[in-house]
């Protein structure tokens, strides 16, 4: 038997996932809508045999203020599930997963899609189930604002069993769902997924995002800035399995993590000096605020404290992250909000190849992950030299596959395939 070996995601957002990204000199500032770079970039993840290339989501600006939107890396992008029909037909092992969100979709016509993703690409196909934290998204589905956290998310559990049901063939004209929020009478016009069903990622960390995760995903994307935070995560989701029936392995557990590399270490942090001298204070302010779910912070004295704030109805767990760790290290909005606009709350590692590998390795074996989320600073460049230094790295340590084993997404993650 083989040693159990982590599983990796290549991140992949346009221009790169720090906020300055785009005003890197080696950035690619159009690169969110170039299909070539990101065949590029899904090559480039293959080659180095990625369990999965992953895309975030929001129907909508990323910041609520438009000159700000403009500033940063994130603002303009394809649509993810289009993107990966197209990187489906340019690839052909690595994993293909998409965020889509349970409060402005319906499950039939959701379903739908991602099994077609996951017909055409020969199995490979995954959902990241959100159910969208942001007040700006929220206003292009309606004029009554973002719904409060515990009724989206009464949405997404049903929006996920129906889902799951469909996938599995399971739904037809006699059984039917019909439920709380949702009505839907046939099966899907699709046979069943080489995998069995695409994989179900999920994005939510609050006591009842790890509810859901546990009853329902297969992968959990999560942010953990320290080991402990990793860890009292891993153990308390894995923790939960049993009361839905499964087994602690069922689910895999990827944090992001956002690796500066280079062959010495006072290159690698000379390169992430250099982005974050990039960091314009009012980006980084603003993307502090919208984790805070706060609107006026920019009125608050930058170099003085967070104020007190109320607790959040968006992303309730970023928002904890953020405030523990400015009574953690004391710091002030301006620190706060360079330290966040690096790696949007991920964990942040700097270092040579054998440093990265150390502290993947670390986490990985210690039992806070089962694998990650690799989010490179820009691209092509960040994620060629993760490619290229941490990737041989880990497998010299026989942490990370040579060769893929399977076809499937499923196969390459070691997912049962689902009845
Ligand atoms: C690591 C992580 C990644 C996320 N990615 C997205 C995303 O791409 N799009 C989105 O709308 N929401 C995203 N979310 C937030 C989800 O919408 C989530 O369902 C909602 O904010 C509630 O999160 P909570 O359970 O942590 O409070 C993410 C959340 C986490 C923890």
Redesign the pocket.
Known sequence: MTARQMKLGAFLWATGHHIAAWRHPKAHVTAGIDIDHYIQLARTAEAAKFDMVF????AGLREANVGIASQTSRSIGFEPISLLSALAVQTSRIGLVS?A???YNEPYGLARTFLSLDQLSGGRAGW???????PI?AANFGSTGLKP?AD??ER?REFAEVVAGLWRGKLDAASGHDGQSFSVRDPLDLPRSPQGAPVMV?????????A?AARTADVV???AQTFEEAKAFYDDLKGRMAAYGREPDDIKIM??VAPVVAETEAEAREKYEELQELIPDDVGVALLSSYLSISDLWRHPIDGPLPELPE?E??????ALVIEQSRRDNLSIRQLARHFAGAR??WRIVGTASQIADELQARFEGGAADGF?VMPSYFPGELDAFATLVVPELQRRGLFRKEYGGRTLRDHLGLKRPV
């Not at 968006?314 to 928002?319: A, H, T």
């Open positions: 895309c975030e989501d929001a965020t969100s349970t409060s990241n189930l959100v159910t969208s934290a942001s998204e956290h989206r998310y997404a999920q994005a939510g960390a609050s006591d009842v995002g790890r859901l994307f999560t942010a944090p992001g959040s968006g992303m309730k767990s970023r928002q709350g991920h989320n």
